[in-house]
C-alpha cells in the first residue's frame, strides 16, 4: 500500500493517511521539546459525535477538555501543553460504522453492558480497532518530545507505544470520575478491565455483566416530545 517505504531510503518520519494530524500547542512552541519546562500532553483521536455534537455515550469530549484544561494550567506554570488531534474516527473504522456498533448495543438482550462492548463493534466490522497506534509517536517525534511529565490518557495502547519508542511518560492522568457521562460508564468499565489505567477503579465480572447504559426507549422519550413519538412510530395503514 505504501511503496515508498520501499524505494525511498530517504525518509526518517511516517505518518500515517489517517485525514490529518493537527497538533495545538499551548504556551512557548519554543518550549516544546526543551525538558527543562513542564510538559502535559493529550494525544486525542477525533470523535464528531462527542467533540462536536456533545454525545454523552463516550468520554472523547470530557477527556479532550480535560485535556486542553491540563494544557492551559502547565503553560501557567512556565511549562508548555500539547495537544494532538488525530483524524481516526470511531477507531479508524469511520462514522458509520460507529453507530452502527452504539445502535446494537442499545438494541441488544439484556441491554447495553461493558461486557459486550468491544464484541458488538467485532461483529459488525470484523475488528474491534484499526487506529494502528504504533505509527502514533510519529508526530511527537517530529515534534522533538522526548518526556511527558503528564500524559492525560488512560489508554494503555497509547502508553505503551508511546514508550516503546522512547518517549519517557512520567505521570498519567486518569479522567476524573465526576467527568464520565452516566451513559458513557459503560465504555469506561469495558476498557478498564481490557487494560485501560485506572488510579482506584478496579472491575469485576459482575461490574460488566451488569446493565448500565441508557435504554433505547430513553433516548426517545428524553429526545423527542410525546406527540411527535407517536406520530413517528405509529404503524402505517
Same mark, same amino acid.
Given at each position: 500500500m505504501f511503496s515508498d517505504l520501499v524505494t525511498r531510503s530517504d525518509l526518517k518520519v #511516517?505518518?500515517?493517511?489517517?485525514?490529518?494530524?493537527?497538533?495545538?500547542? #499551548?504556551g512557548d512552541p519554543a518550549a516544546v521539546a526543551d525538558e527543562h519546562h513542564h510538559l502535559s500532553c493529550r494525544v486525542h483521536d477525533e470523535c464528531n459525535g462527542s467533540d462536536v455534537f456533545g454525545s454523552d455515550i463516550c468520554t472523547c469530549r470530557p477527556y479532550l477538555i480535560h485535556g486542553i484544561e491540563e494544557c492551559i494550567r502547565s503553560a501557567q506554570e512556565n511549562g508548555v501543553g500539547v495537544i494532538v488531534y488525530n483524524r481516526k474516527e470511531g477507531r479508524a473504522l469511520?462514522?458509520?460504522t460507529k453507530f452502527l456498533a452504539y445502535n446494537a448495543r442499545k438494541r441488544q438482550e439484556g441491554g447495553d453492558s461493558a461486557e459486550n462492548h468491544f464484541e458488538r463493534t467485532e461483529c459488525i466490522a470484523g475488528v474491534q480497532d484499526v487506529r494502528f497506534q504504533n505509527l502514533m509517536p510519529d508526530s511527537l517525534h517530529w515534534l522533538g518530545i522526548r518526556r511527558i511529565d503528564r500524559f492525560v490518557s488512560m489508554s494503555n495502547i497509547k502508553f505503551d507505544s508511546l514508550v516503546k519508542q522512547g518517549i519517557e511518560i512520567v505521570?498519567?492522568?486518569?479522567l476524573p470520575d465526576d467527568r464520565i457521562p452516566e451513559d458513557a460508564r459503560v465504555e469506561m468499565d469495558a476498557k478498564i478491565a481490557a487494560g485501560y489505567f485506572s488510579?482506584?477503579?478496579?472491575?469485576s465480572e459482575s461490574n460488566l455483566?451488569?446493565?448500565?447504559g441508557r435504554l433505547l426507549e430513553d433516548y426517545w422519550s428524553s429526545a423527542v416530545p410525546a406527540s411527535c413519538l407517536k406520530i413517528s412510530l405509529a404503524p402505517r395503514r
Open positions: #511516517f505518518l500515517p493517511p489517517i485525514g490529518s494530524i493537527t497538533v495545538y500547542i #499551548f469511520g462514522e458509520v505521570n498519567r492522568i486518569a488510579e482506584d477503579r478496579p472491575m455483566s451488569q446493565p448500565q
